[in-house]
């Protein structure tokens, strides 16, 4: 008890460090990044300052300078020249992401994780994470699940080391990780989004990816916001379906579902800051309505909360300042 106990003697700035109990290292660090097969110059996305599309060939450059930074991890987002109803160019031998895995495969080889987004929402025409009986305006659960197997098939194919499926749609990993299994593809891991909800956050995304949609929205898919128990369950399926690594996502509004996620099953756990976090903290800053230093806390309280991989468009700056810092 105080006078006795003073919790202030442990935060002088010698010692601070010594009883610090989160750390965050480059090795936490996940970049997303988008490629466009329909542009030939880098385009700048609005809602999302400092952040681009890449045109095929930037891709790898982009892909090479996240190596050089020690940046263990890409995910892929792809933009197809073409979309149509089913979605067919996400799974193509020459489409979008295909060739960006091959071409950033060749230049960066081992030294580098490529992750793939694999969802439809890119590459329909409505702009939903599946199949849709126009009729009804009702996103089809079961007839997605071979496209998305035989999407996730592709991107292995093409190189990828990890499918992400990100359409929370009911039994995909169990789809995806047969089409694998069948295919030889044993050790390839799936990073489910495995809680993901039907968040405001992603919106500067859809700007990015070109994903938004023509009618509804995601609440048929994505989780409702306001549950918590839903969350272990979701998780529950994924890892019984043979996840490796779940996801939750949004990060910031959700540190609660990562922790207990992260405390439940002791899964490899991984947070996606999405788009939204990134411009409202990165807007704040460009605006000097916050300080910088809110980026680095911001990242530290997703992995106090539990996670041990953090998807942030803050990776490639963040990295600069840790290798900094060393
Ligand atoms: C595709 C997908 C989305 C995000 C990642 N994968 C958008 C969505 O579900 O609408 C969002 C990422 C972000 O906001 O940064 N299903």
């Not at 799936?190 to 509804?216: L, N, T, V």
């Not at 916001?225 to 019984?240: C, F, G």
């Not at 996620?261 to 916050?290: C, D, R």
Request: with cysteine; hydrophobic share 40%.
């Amino acid at each position: 008890m105080f006078p006795i106990t003073r919790l202030r003697r442990l935060r002088a700035q010698k010692i601070r460090k010594m009883v610090r109990e989160t750390d965050l290292s480059v090795n936490d660090l996940i970049a997303p990044l988008f490629v466009d097969e329909n542009i030939t110059e880098t385009m700048p996305i609005s809602s999302m300052p400092g952040i681009q599309r890449e045109t095929p060939k930037s891709i790898v450059d982009e892909a090479k300078a996240l190596v050089d930074l020690e940046i263990p991890a890409i995910v892929l987002f792809g933009i197809p020249a073409q979309k149509n109803e089913m979605g067919s160019h996400a799974w193509g031998d020459d489409d979008v992401i295909q060739n960006a895995v091959r071409d950033i495969k060749n230049e960066v080889g081992s030294d580098m994780v490529i992750i793939t987004d694999l969802c439809l929402c890119e590459y329909t025409t409505h702009g939903h994470c599946g199949m849709v009986d126009y009729k009804t305006g009702e996103v089809l659960n079961d007839p997605t699940l071979p496209l998305l197997a035989q999407t996730a098939l592709s991107h292995v194919n093409a190189g990828a080391d990890i499918v992400a499926p990100s359409g929370m749609m009911d039994g995909m990993i169990k789809a995806i990780r047969e089409a694998l299994d069948q295919n030889s593809f044993f050790n390839t891991p799936i990073m489910s989004y495995a809680a993901k909800y039907s968040s405001s956050f992603y919106g500067p995304f859809r700007e990015a990816a070109d994903s938004g949609y023509q009618f509804g929205d995601r609440s048929t898919y994505q989780m409702d916001p306001a549950n918590s128990n839903e969350a272990l369950r979701e998780v529950e399926q994924d890892v019984l379906e043979g996840a490796d690594i779940v996801m939750v996502k949004p990060a910031l509004p959700y540190l609660d579902i990562i922790y207990r996620v992260k405390h439940e099953f002791g899964m490899p756990t991984a947070a996606y800051n999405v788009s939204g976090e990134y411009s409202m903290i990165k807007g704040a800053v460009e605006q000097g309505w916050l300080n910088e230093s809110a980026i680095m806390e911001s990242l530290i309280s997703i992995k106090r909360a539990g996670a041990d991989m953090i998807l942030t468009y803050f990776a490639k700056e963040v990295a600069r300042d840790l290798n900094d810092s060393t």
